[in-house]
């Protein structure tokens, strides 16, 4: 008989990291007697992050005697408490690899439902002093378990712990947690999951990505054919920077030029997919190279590459491209990529964009143009006025071919004449995009400043898309996704404090950082968050791939080697240092 050993709860309380601040609940400490379970938790606990832990599906975290024996051994501590791993409830009995997704159990007077496995978090590694402990959880497949509480009741330690009912497909949790985060998934397993009801939205949101990912030719949330990589496969290219010459350059707009390359020999290009971008790599002065990172313009298949480029006050970049490049003049460009690219499928596609954001989008209109592509398509574009209208004649020819195109403009400072009836003064809006009868089963395209596709997102999720369907990019560096930690000021990304490293060169290509390498650092993450660079993380240790970033050149090697590798052409910032020069898409 499986038993409640300890009860454990604990407050969020402000914990000091690494020179940062974070908010977390993961010091819970043994209770004497009763306490009440209730929907969200149990009395007297509380999550600092309740986007990874906490809520309805994660009200209660379990721990079993026997993992702590486990790691008493291999850790070589003694000094285990109970609680120490996070957890509301310390167990003897249900082991990982036999509790169930969806099993049900009786503790006390309360009911409880098996939700999804412990997500891999920092914080237990912060909390037992072990940098590499949410890497090892699911390695040594002991990662612990989530309850929802089905009915509330009092609970205490010494009590017995009941099964109530198997759940369904018979999936344990150690099984779920190795299918997510461990290499050769079993196809058959992730159809299993996905038919699973208790299993967290999280969780299922993340076995659908992996089904597309196996099979990419399926509409999302199909149940792929085989196991693979979180992304589909290696993109076509060229490692690094390859030399391209400039053939022409043209104005689109007074503030907006095109810069048409093609090869130094004449060969064709490789074809990219719509969406993607190129990174080019500029003498702009007479420090460090200058990369950044502008989508392709063109017809994917064109067998030439066409960026265009806004005049960015201040813009180093921008302002030598604009001033100083000129058509013959040759340039170093890393071969196309990114995953904003435009699905195949059945599904409508709406095409929405703001200003120089019109790039991404405007790839894939090509694409559907020149296949005559029968889907409902939606271009959806604001711009100043017409004078600032970038591609106008353009998207409009293209919108032409296609057989259901619908062309929606608006000028936020200018009335259009009367004559051009698809275009509006004003802003797009919730009401709007309702009159324009955009579906709810339709895959959106977002690019644009990020607060115009935060409000069209929203919009487009009233609408009744999926948050699946919605598809941005953004040109700048993207959010920081930093669990737990206490925001504070916004600071421009700098070069790291202390002495200049005398390692390889690295650069940031979105922040526009390029700085030589120090072993005073651990990680690339490490050297970026020193920089003051947004950065995305979530467990540190290889597992989550949260800090999944673009390598555009360069090589690394692995610290801590992970669990299962990126695609190519990635690299987990969090455990990799730089072996040669390197630019990172971040």
Same mark, same amino acid.
């Given at each position: 008989?499986?038993?409640?050993?300890?009860?454990?709860?604990?407050?969020?309380?402000?914990?000091?990291?690494?020179?940062?601040?974070?908010?977390?609940?993961? &010091?819970?400490?043994?209770?004497?007697?009763?306490?009440?379970?209730?929907?969200?938790?149990?009395?007297?606990?509380?999550?600092?992050?309740?986007?990874?832990?906490?809520?309805?599906?994660?009200?209660?975290?379990?721990?079993?005697? @026997?993992?702590?024996?486990?790691?008493?051994?291999?850790?070589?501590?003694?000094?285990?408490?109970?609680?120490?791993?996070?957890?509301?409830?310390?167990?003897?009995?249900?082991?990982?690899?036999?509790?169930?997704?969806?099993?049900?159990?009786?503790?006390?007077?309360?009911?409880?439902?098996?939700?999804? =496995?412990?997500?891999?978090?920092?914080?237990?590694?912060?909390?037992?002093?072990?940098?590499?402990?949410?890497? %090892?959880?699911?390695?040594?497949?002991?990662?612990?378990? *989530?309850?929802?509480?089905?009915?509330?009741?009092?609970?205490?330690?010494?009590?017995?712990?009941?099964?109530?009912?198997?759940?369904?497909?018979?999936?344990?949790?150690?099984?779920?947690?190795?299918?997510?985060?461990?290499?050769?998934?079993?196809?058959?397993?992730?159809?299993?999951?996905?038919?699973?009801?208790?299993?967290?939205?999280?969780?299922?949101?993340?076995?659908?990505? %992996?089904?597309?990912?196996?099979?990419?030719?399926? @509409? =999302?949330?199909?149940?792929?054919?085989?196991?693979?990589?979180?992304?589909?496969?290696?993109?076509?290219?060229?490692?690094?920077?390859?030399?391209?010459?400039?053939?022409?350059?043209?104005?689109?707009?007074?503030?907006?030029?095109?810069? *048409? %390359?093609?090869?130094?020999?004449?060969?064709?290009?490789?074809?990219?997919?719509?969406?993607?971008?190129?990174?080019?790599?500029?003498?702009?002065?007479?420090?460090?190279?200058?990369?950044?990172?502008?989508?392709?313009?063109?017809?994917?298949?064109?067998?030439?590459?066409?960026?265009?480029?806004?005049?960015?006050?201040?813009?180093?970049?921008?302002? *030598?491209?604009?001033?100083?490049?000129?058509?013959?003049?040759?340039?170093?460009?890393?071969?196309?990529?990114?995953?904003?690219?435009?699905?195949?499928?059945?599904?409508?596609?709406?095409?929405?964009?703001?200003?120089?954001?019109?790039?991404?989008?405007?790839?894939?209109?090509?694409?559907?143009?020149?296949?005559?592509?029968?889907? =409902?398509?939606? &271009?959806?574009?604001?711009?100043?006025?017409?004078?600032?209208?970038?591609?106008?004649?353009?998207?409009?020819?293209?919108?032409?071919?296609?057989?259901?195109?619908?062309?929606?403009?608006? *000028?936020?400072?200018? !009335?259009?004449?009367?004559?051009?009836?698809?275009? !509006?003064?004003?802003? /797009?809006?919730?009401?709007?995009?309702?009159?324009?009868?955009?579906?709810?089963?339709?895959?959106?395209?977002?690019?644009?400043?990020?607060?115009?596709?935060?409000?069209?997102?929203?919009?487009?999720?009233?609408?009744?898309?999926?948050?699946?369907?919605?598809?941005?990019?953004?040109?700048?560096?993207?959010?920081?996704?930093? /669990?737990?930690?206490?925001?504070?000021?916004?600071?421009?990304?700098?070069?790291?404090?202390?002495?200049?490293?005398?390692?390889?060169?690295?650069?940031?290509?979105?922040?526009?950082?390029?700085?030589?390498?120090?072993?005073?650092?651990?990680?690339?993450?490490?050297?970026?968050?020193?920089?003051? #660079? =947004?950065?995305?993380?979530?467990?540190?240790?290889?597992?989550?791939?949260?800090?999944?970033?673009?390598?555009?050149?360069?090589? #690394?090697?692995?610290?801590?080697?992970?669990?299962?590798?990126?695609?190519?052409?990635?690299?987990?910032?969090?455990?990799?240092?730089? !072996?040669?020069?390197?630019? %990172?898409?971040?």
């Amino acid at each position: 008989m499986a038993t409640l050993l300890s009860l454990n709860v604990g407050m969020p309380e402000d914990v000091p990291w690494q020179g940062k601040t974070v908010h977390t609940g993961a &010091w819970k400490s043994p209770v004497d007697g009763p306490r009440m379970v209730r929907r969200l938790n149990v009395d007297g606990d509380g999550q600092g992050d309740l986007a990874g832990h906490g809520g309805e599906i994660r009200a209660v975290l379990v721990y079993q005697l @026997e993992s702590y024996q486990y790691w008493k051994e291999h850790l070589g501590r003694d000094d285990l408490t109970f609680g120490i791993f996070g957890e509301n409830f310390t167990v003897e009995g249900l082991p990982d690899d036999e509790v169930c997704i969806g099993d049900r159990y009786r503790i006390g007077g309360a009911e409880f439902e098996v939700t999804q =496995p412990r997500v891999t978090c920092y914080r237990v590694g912060m909390r037992l002093g072990e940098p590499t402990m949410a890497a %090892l959880l699911v390695a040594h497949h002991r990662p612990g378990f *989530y309850l929802r509480v089905i009915t509330e009741g009092r609970v205490q330690a010494g009590d017995e712990i009941t099964l109530t009912r198997r759940g369904p497909e018979g999936l344990s949790v150690a099984d779920i947690d190795a299918l997510l985060y461990l290499p050769g998934r079993d196809p058959a397993k992730l159809r299993t999951a996905l038919n699973i009801p208790a299993l967290s939205p999280g969780w299922q949101q993340s076995f659908r990505e %992996l089904a597309v990912a196996q099979n990419p030719s399926k @509409e =999302p949330g199909w149940p792929g054919e085989r196991a693979g990589s979180r992304q589909p496969g290696e993109e076509p290219g060229w490692p690094g920077f390859r030399t391209l010459r400039v053939a022409r350059i043209v104005a689109e707009t007074p503030s907006v030029r095109s810069v *048409y %390359l093609d090869t130094t020999d004449g060969t064709p290009l490789p074809e990219a997919r719509p969406g993607q971008y190129l990174s080019i790599r500029l003498p702009v002065d007479d420090t460090a190279p200058t990369v950044r990172s502008y989508s392709l313009s063109s017809a994917p298949a064109a067998g030439t590459y066409r960026i265009s480029v806004k005049h960015e006050p201040h813009g180093k970049a921008s302002g *030598y491209i604009h001033d100083r490049l000129h058509p013959g003049d040759l340039v170093d460009i890393a071969s196309p990529r990114g995953t904003f690219v435009l699905q195949e499928g059945t599904r409508p596609v709406v095409l929405i964009s703001a200003g120089i954001g019109a790039t991404p989008v405007l790839g894939m209109l090509h694409r559907l143009a020149a296949v005559r592509d029968p889907r =409902p398509v939606w &271009w959806i574009h604001t711009a100043h006025g017409r004078a600032g209208h970038v591609f106008a004649d353009e998207a409009h020819n293209l919108l032409a071919h296609l057989p259901d195109g619908h062309e929606h403009i608006y *000028y936020t400072s200018e !009335t259009p004449p009367p004559e051009d009836h698809h275009i !509006t003064r004003g802003r /797009p809006t919730a009401r709007s995009l309702t009159a324009l009868g955009i579906p709810a089963d339709a895959d959106a395209y977002l690019c644009g400043p990020p607060a115009f596709m935060d409000d069209l997102g929203g919009f487009l999720l009233e609408r009744g898309l999926r948050p699946e369907q919605i598809h941005t990019e953004q040109f700048s560096a993207l959010p920081a996704i930093n /669990p737990g930690v206490t925001p504070t000021g916004s600071v421009r990304p700098h070069q790291p404090p202390g002495p200049t490293g005398t390692g390889p060169l690295v650069t940031f290509a979105r922040s526009g950082i390029a700085t030589p390498w120090s072993p005073d650092h651990s990680s690339l993450l490490e050297l970026a968050e020193a920089c003051d #660079i =947004p950065t995305r993380w979530s467990c540190r240790t290889g597992v989550c791939h949260t800090c999944t970033t673009p390598l555009v050149t360069g090589d #690394i090697t692995y610290t801590t080697p992970p669990l299962e590798l990126p695609e190519p052409r990635t690299v987990l910032v969090c455990c990799s240092t730089p !072996t040669t020069e390197v630019v %990172l898409d971040l």
